[in-house]
């Protein structure tokens, strides 16, 4: 089975803090991505990766920046965290090139900036 | 206009009734389409894939209309279980998939 771990389920952090979130995949899967999920909007792509070292933006990467030093590996940072990053931070990996792959998810981080 | 719109609900129904959950979405270029499930408190997981001919896995099955843009999916025999969040998923640009708001389902016995 497929498995994404997320370094944390909650996280609380003060506005202004550097917030690392941290994601693992271990089926050598080439994409990652991380969401955020507010009540209303769904899932909002943040930023996604291709390969190693690779990193795309997504639809709303303002305030976020991201690191894949390893292929099993991408991290999401806030640079320095605001009350409106308060939410459910999602990661998900897929194979393949194709966009008929499957996307697995982590359990995913909520977040509370206060 | 969002690229992919579902109704939020929520639907409450009764064990084993008929249930049908309809999706638009804005890019006619889209080429594969999905729904997932997402189960309270839970990450979203793939249902089924929506396939132009249409689709059934057991008591549940996905449509296709290309020319209205137009994702439906069917459920059959609710059980207590099938209780989640329904999310539309459709390709947008490049290699990204683009997830609707999702419609919530409660079965209720």
């Known amino acids: 089975d497929v498995k994404v771990t997320q370094s944390s389920r909650y996280l609380v952090k003060r506005t202004g803090e550097k917030v690392f979130l941290e994601c693992v995949q271990d089926?050598?899967?080439?994409?990652m991505f991380w969401y955020r999920q507010d009540p209303g909007l769904g899932l909002r792509l943040i930023y996604f990766s291709y390969d190693v070292k690779m990193k795309e933006k997504g639809d709303i990467p303002e305030g976020y920046s991201v690191s894949r030093e390893k292929k099993e590996r991408f991290s999401l940072i806030l640079e320095s965290a605001s009350t409106n990053q308060t939410s459910m931070y999602l990661c998900a990996s897929r194979a393949g090139t194709g966009i008929s792959y499957e996307q697995y998810f982590g359990p995913g981080t909520r977040l509370t900036v206060t | 206009r969002k690229e992919v719109e579902q109704d939020p609900g929520p639907f409450n129904v009764p064990e084993g009734a008929t249930v049908a959950f309809n999706c638009t979405y804005s890019?006619?270029?889209?080429?594969?389409f999905f729904w997932y499930r997402q189960d309270c408190r839970k990450e979203p997981k793939l249902l089924m894939s929506?396939?132009?001919s249409g689709n059934e896995d057991g008591r549940f099955t996905a449509q296709l209309n290309r020319a209205s843009q137009y994702i439906s999916l069917l459920i059959r025999d609710s059980k207590l279980s099938d209780s989640a969040t329904y999310l539309c998923v459709v390709n947008g640009d490049g290699n990204k998939l683009v997830f609707g708001a999702g419609t919530i389902l409660r079965v209720k016995s």
């Open positions: 089926m050598d899967h080439e994409n």
């Open positions: 890019n006619s270029a889209s080429q594969s």
């Open positions: 929506v396939y132009s």
